[in-house]
C-alpha cells in the first residue's frame, strides 16, 4: 500500500509538470524544446521523450530536426551536470548521504562506469543521475560523453520510431 501511495503521489506530481512544460514548447517551439531538453540534461525532472513526441504529433514539428535538437540539447545538459557533479558533487554527497553511502556509491558507479551510464541514457530512469554521478566519481568526460551519446541516441530514436510507427516499431527489436 506503502509504495502504491507513494508511486501515485510522484506520478500525480509528474503530470502536473507535463502540462506547463507542454506549454512551454507550444509558445517557444523548437526553441522551447531545446530549452527544456537542456534542463532535462542537468535537473528537471520531467522527461523529454513524451515532450519530444508532443512535438511533433501535437505541434506537427518535423521529427528530424525535433530528435536532434532533443539529443544535442540534453548531451550538452548532461555535459553540465557532469560539469557540477565534478566540481561539487563530492562533498555535498557526503553531506547529505555519509561517507559510507557515498564509498558504496563509488564502488557501484566503478563497476558499471560507461555501461551504467548508457544503461541510464538509453532507459526512462533519470539520466541527470547518470551525469552528475560520472562527474562525482571522476570518469573520464570523453568515455561519459560516448556512453551517453549511445544511450541518448538509441533512446531517442526510440522514441521517436514509437511516434512514427506506434508501439509495434518496437517489436522488431523485441524478436
Known amino acids: 500500500v506503502f509504495c502504491h501511495t507513494v508511486s501515485a503521489f510522484f506520478s500525480a506530481i509528474l503530470s502536473s509538470l507535463i502540462e506547463p512544460t507542454k ?7 523548437i ?19 513524451p515532450i519530444m ?29 557532469f560539469y557540477l557533479g565534478f566540481k561539487l558533487g563530492h562533498p555535498v554527497c557526503v553531506r547529505l ?9 563509488e564502488k557501484f558507479f566503478q563497476k558499471w562506469g560507461e555501461f551504467g551510464v548508457f544503461i ?6 533519470p539520466f541527470k543521475v547518470a551525469a552528475w554521478s560520472a562527474g562525482i566519481f571522476e570518469m573520464r568526460f570523453w568515455r561519459f560523453l560516448a556512453a551517453a551519446f549511445i544511450g541518448r541516441f538509441a533512446h531517442f530514436l526510440s522514441a521517436l520510431a514509437v511516434v512514427a510507427f506506434g508501439f509495434e516499431a518496437l517489436a522488431f527489436f523485441i524478436k
Do not use: C, R
Open 23 to 29: 506549454q512551454f514548447v507550444l509558445d517557444y517551439g
Open 31 to 49: 526553441i522551447g524544446l531545446g530549452i527544456f531538453s537542456f534542463t532535462e540534461g542537468v535537473i528537471n525532472p520531467v522527461p523529454i521523450s
Open 53 to 81: 513526441a508532443f512535438a511533433i504529433t501535437g505541434m506537427g514539428l518535423p521529427a528530424i530536426p525535433i530528435f536532434l535538437v532533443t539529443l544535442f540539447a540534453n548531451l550538452l545538459g548532461a555535459a553540465l551536470g
Open 97 to 105: 548521504f555519509g561517507e559510507k553511502n557515498v564509498l558504496k556509491a
Open 120 to 125: 541510464m541514457a538509453f532507459t526512462p530512469l
